[in-house]
């Protein structure tokens, strides 16, 4: 019984330290077991590298989170946490249960190795000792910060703790927690160099640890603390934004604006479970380029880009127009969402009812158009009329999976995050306004001096500054896995998840009927209510238009549940989240 007891506890990080090299480590460190294992820097290297699989980013990639925000649409699903259908259980959201479970056991690695590089002091190079005690540092603070902004006050060991030990564990204030985390983000950034390349892996720097101890200070609402690490990031000089908004989701190599990334491998990787760890990439590729395409950008994504003029689409002078929502958009409208005529997969991508036949470059033909919603199969075809092309490439047609690098930190959000820290503390300075027009700039081609050709903001009024920082990271990560945190912080789910998924008819004749009628794309403007937030619902006449999905607001979603079999095991020492 204890045994079993153990293997549960074990699954989810509490207790595994307890557990055998191999179930610590997801490259079984062949032969070694833990009690002869890290005896030199190169094989605290080589369990540190375990850091930087992508298996442990679950919640950071394949668009997790994205998936329960306004950002995402998809007419036959609704997950859990935008449906306000969430429970404890391993079935409700087996990634949180995952997630739950791998960022323990990465505290407890980190752990590991940090006692074990004390065991090592002054028998090797105290830099290179320090480098490694700074990268582990880093990602146990990655982890509890995961912990903190996801659950709140959580179980907090900085030790090797035993069974007995972890049976009386309760949950420790997230405000103490907060505070170790600083501690370590600080001996990374004060120990790890500028740039880390060492063993032939990028690894995390200075910089990475600047950046996110800049995010968990803004996610815990410290906005001094968040700001003065944005600013010490953005001071080394070391990061510049990328010069092609688009071209920056397809580029696979560490760049200018990478600042800590996960690589995908180009083979198809297998996690310890034998899973591939590259995303089945077929729901978000065109029918007609061999997808299914049951997922898109959503229209209330699609109607927060403002237009080249500055102006948001329900500005009566904004010059939108309705039937044709993506000419004249911020450029970031085109680089995120695949425009009628854009070339995309090798095929010319157009939805409209009237478009049933569209080129492949592939073949240097005219094919069936199975997105068109006029066409054959016009049921299952483009839902919403929206293809996502943000990071999209022509290999994801004959490849089906997607092995672009996970990108956890960019330099545009550091500047946004300065931004939106000195937004917040009312303490708006002229290096605000340069960081939001820096980001808006670039998304233009030009530099933020060139205020003639793009709209530049000048505005230092806070209320209304808020709304355009929250606008600018809205269509500046979409689909990036930002979203979800950002709506969290601002405590906006209410409004997310206030508003339902809405699209097209599913019938060809009636699309056609729409589309003659002068009614295509969209037949009026969107309104807006007073947070910013489009509401389509005016729109839903049940023939043309009609709702796809029903989205609920939840207040505990604010909060994730503890996995119900932990609570259950640890016989009350381990309080619910309230809801749950």
Not at 277 to 305: C, D, K, V
Request: glycine share 6%; hydrophobic share 35%; net charge negative.
């Amino acid at each position: 019984m204890k045994k079993s007891i153990y293997s549960t506890i074990a699954g989810a990080g509490l207790l595994v330290m307890t557990a055998s090299c191999a179930n610590l480590d997801l490259n079984p460190l062949s032969s070694a077991s833990s009690e002869n294992w890290y005896s030199t820097p190169d094989e605290v290297r080589i369990s540190l590298n375990d850091f930087y699989r992508s298996t442990f980013f679950m919640i950071e990639q394949g668009w997790t989170l994205d998936r329960n925000t306004d950002d995402w649409s998809q007419r036959t699903n609704i997950y859990t946490i935008a449906a306000g259908s969430l429970d404890a259980s391993s079935t409700s959201n087996p990634n949180i249960k995952t997630t739950w479970t791998y960022t323990y056991r990465n505290i407890s690695r980190a752990n590991r190795i940090l006692a074990s590089l004390d065991a090592l002091d002054g028998k090797y190079s105290q830099d290179v000792l320090d480098n490694l005690r700074a990268e582990a540092r880093f990602f146990r603070a990655y982890a509890y910060s995961r912990l903190i902004t996801l659950w709140g006050d959580v179980p907090f060991f900085l030790t090797s703790i035993t069974p007995e030990e972890a049976f009386e564990m309760g949950r420790t204030d997230k405000a103490e927690i907060l505070k170790q985390i600083y501690e370590d983000y600080d001996y990374a950034a004060a120990t790890l160099p500028v740039e880390n390349n060492a063993s032939g892996l990028t690894r995390v720097d200075r910089g990475c640890a600047l950046a996110f101890k800049a995010r968990i200070a803004l996610y815990q609402k410290d906005y001094a603390t968040s700001a003065q690490a944005a600013k010490a990031c953005m001071d080394l000089g070391h990061y510049a934004l990328y010069e092609g908004y688009g071209e920056l989701f397809r580029d696979q190599t560490k760049n200018c604006e990478i600042i800590m990334s996960i690589p995908h491998s180009n083979e198809l990787e297998l996690d310890e479970d034998g899973n591939p760890t590259t995303q089945n990439i077929g729901s978000f590729i065109a029918r007609s380029a061999g997808g299914t395409h049951n997922a898109q950008p959503s229209w209330e994504l699609l109607a927060t880009y403002e237009m080249t003029n500055g102006k948001t689409i329900d500005d009566p002078e904004s010059g939108f127009d309705p039937h044709d929502p993506f000419a004249g958009r911020d450029p970031r409208c085109c680089e995120t969402f695949a425009a009628p005529g854009t070339k995309i997969y090798n095929i010319d991508w157009n939805p409209a009812p009237d478009v049933t036949k569209t080129w492949d470059y592939s073949t240097s033909a005219y094919i069936t158009n199975k997105d068109s919603k006029g066409g054959s199969d016009a049921a299952n075809a483009a839902y919403n009329g929206c293809c996502l092309r943000k990071g999209a490439r022509d290999e994801w047609r004959t490849e089906k999976r997607n092995d672009n690098p996970v990108i956890l930190m960019r330099y545009a959000d550091v500047l946004l995050m300065y931004a939106e820290a000195k937004i917040e503390s009312g303490d708006i300075d002229e290096l605000t306004l340069n960081c939001i027009n820096d980001v808006r700039a670039r998304a233009y081609g030009v530099k933020r001096e060139d205020t003639s050709i793009y709209p530049a903001i000048t505005t230092t009024d806070q209320a209304e500054l808020r709304k355009v920082l929250r606008r600018e990271r809205r269509v500046e990560f979409a689909w990036e896995n930002l979203r979800y945190y950002d709506l969290l912080r601002w405590h906006q789910f209410e409004n997310a998840f206030g508003h339902n998924m809405f699209g097209f008819t599913r019938t060809a004749a009636t699309a056609k009927e729409f589309l003659e009628n002068g009614g295509w794309f969209w037949p009026s403007t969107p309104k807006f209510d007073e947070d910013g937030f489009p509401c389509f619902e005016d729109m839903v006449d049940g023939t043309y238009i009609v709702q796809h999905g029903v989205r609920h607001f939840d207040e505990k979603v604010y909060l994730w549940p503890i996995p119900s079999d932990d609570v259950l095991i640890m016989d009350g020492k381990l309080e619910q989240n309230p809801g749950y």
